[in-house]
């Protein structure tokens, strides 16, 4: 019987079927960080239950650290109690600990592909949405809750109903200056930021196939943007060349049976979805957002749209607008921008540096911009120094931060002030997301480049040699 890549791996790890109710799956990697696991060991300590595979658990401090001076005490007092209690439960618990400071620390959804944690048809959970960004290996990757996060800690297991099925194929060559963020965002824009809600989406297509893997997990890191449960990719010879020789791959003997597995991981000729989407790769333009949702989105040449084009009825559409201080019908190319902000699970690999670098290359910051370059990970940092592009920024006039979360959910230092207004390679623009009152407007780095040199909303490809 013909099976999706989806199914497949599902199918693999389910212990027990409940007749009526959810799946009983086991869980292969368990992702945790310092905002939502501390309530999930407490939980622990208070039945008296022990972690039953510690090996599996792999945890990084990222949510709420500072991105400057992370060599000195943490000030904020809740920050600071989150980050010792993450230390203290992981210890107590056998569990890996890359904290604050340590050279393996950094965001945990970019943390876990660079040292293999993430592979090919493995079932991986993290307290956090956007734990669909490993699914860009051929893995079945999600979000849990705080409950869940004890659950999975105790039983390596979780309790999921099984999504429905849905492929998004795009062909076709994509346009000058348009990145894998473009394409993601196109995407949510067709699809509202509930059409996807109930499934499991597979991206399939020359122009995944064409992607790099850091843009593979950009999309699949938008995927529940729309609402899905999660994104894949298959696995092919870009994932496995990512993956090989990184510390928690397989090795020798071990390498060639997992590869011999992985192979098989692709959608069967004939195997069925529950919805089939297709696009073509030359429509999609540099993207850029306008409203206080992912899907309210639109190529950066157009208007803005009017309320009976878009989802959510017009009183919704009013307030977003008034949110954002926009109108209908307004060009977004020229609109003033206060800060820019590069990072994030999204954007934050080497690949988002080596684009905004390339853009800025010979021009210099705009004056009145504020510009936060916050890198995923210590190793995305070492990378920015040992290119040269460290060196770029530099004479272009731009500083490079420390890595964590930042500016994407504010939850540290790094907020956006109210009502100005910030172009982020982030993944959500919500009221108040980047700080209260704060207006964002999501993009790619090659945006967010042009935004920090010009100081406005300004078409990439303009700027492009």
Same mark, same amino acid.
């Given at each position: ?196 809600? /109930?499934?499991?989406?597979? *991206?399939?297509? &020359? ?6 893997? =850091? !843009?593979?997990?950009? @999309? ?91 989802? /959510?009825?017009?009183?919704? *559409?009013?307030? &977003? ?6 109108? =209908? !019908?307004?060009?977004? @190319? ?112 090659? @945006? ?18």
């Amino acid at each position: 019987m013909s099976k999706t890549l989806f199914d497949k791996v599902w199918d693999a790890h389910v212990v027990r079927k409940i007749e009526g109710g959810p799946d009983v799956l086991f869980i292969d990697r368990h992702l945790i960080h310092e905002v939502t696991s501390p309530v999930a060991f407490l939980g622990l300590r208070n039945r008296g239950i022990r972690v039953l595979y510690p090996e599996r658990t792999f945890a990084t401090a990222d949510h709420n650290t500072p991105t400057i001076n992370q060599d000195k005490p943490v000030q904020d007092p809740l920050s600071a109690n989150q980050l010792k209690a993450l230390e203290e439960n992981t210890k107590m618990y056998g569990i890996r600990h890359w904290g604050l400071g340590h050279y393996k620390n950094g965001i945990v959804h970019v943390i876990g592909p660079e040292n293999g944690i993430t592979q090919p048809g493995a079932t991986i959970v993290c307290g956090d949405s956007h734990t669909s960004t490993h699914g860009a290996f051929g893995a079945i990757a999600f979000g849990i809750g705080t409950s869940e996060v004890e659950m999975v800690l105790s039983t390596q297991c979780i309790m999921q109903p099984k999504p429905k099925k849905m492929r998004i194929t795009i062909n076709g060559a994509l346009g000058k200056g348009v990145l894998p963020k473009d394409v993601a965002l196109f995407i949510i824009s067709k699809l509202t930021t509930s059409g996807a809600t /109930g499934y499991f989406v597979e *991206y399939a297509g &020359s122009v995944f196939e064409q992607m790099s893997m =850091e !843009g593979r997990m950009t @999309v699949c890191n938008l995927s529940i943007e729309m609402g899905a449960r999660g994104g894949m990719i298959a696995p092919d010879q870009t994932t496995f060349d990512y993956i090989e020789g990184r510390e928690f791959s397989p090795k020798g003997a071990d390498w060639d049976k997992a590869m011999a597995y992985w192979k098989t991981l692709k959608t069967d000729e004939g195997a069925l979805f529950d919805k089939e989407l297709t696009f073509d790769g030359s429509e999609i333009e540099p993207m850029i957002t306008y409203g206080t949702n992912p899907g309210m989105g639109m190529g950066i040449t157009h208007e803005i749209p009017n309320a009976e084009q878009v989802e /959510g009825g017009k009183a919704t *559409y009013e307030k &977003s607008l008034g949110y954002m201080g926009f109108h =209908e !019908g307004e060009p977004m @190319v020229g609109k003033k921008i206060d800060y820019v902000f590069v990072g994030s699970c999204t954007n934050g690999r080497i690949e988002d540096f080596r684009a905004f670098a390339s853009l800025v290359k010979g021009r210099h910051k705009a004056d009145d911009v504020t510009v936060w370059l916050v890198p995923g990970s210590h190793v995305v940092e070492e990378q920015i120094r040992k290119e040269g592009i460290l060196d770029i920024l530099t004479e272009a006039g731009f500083t490079l931060r420390q890595p964590g979360c930042s500016a994407c959910l504010a939850m540290n230092d790094d907020k956006i002030p109210a009502g100005k207004y910030a172009v982020s390679t982030s993944n959500r623009n919500f009221e108040g997301r980047q700080g209260p009152g704060a207006r964002t407007l999501l993009a790619s780095p090659l @945006v967010a480049a042009a935004a920090a040199v010009t100081g406005r909303v300004t078409d990439p490809r303009t700027l492009i040699q």
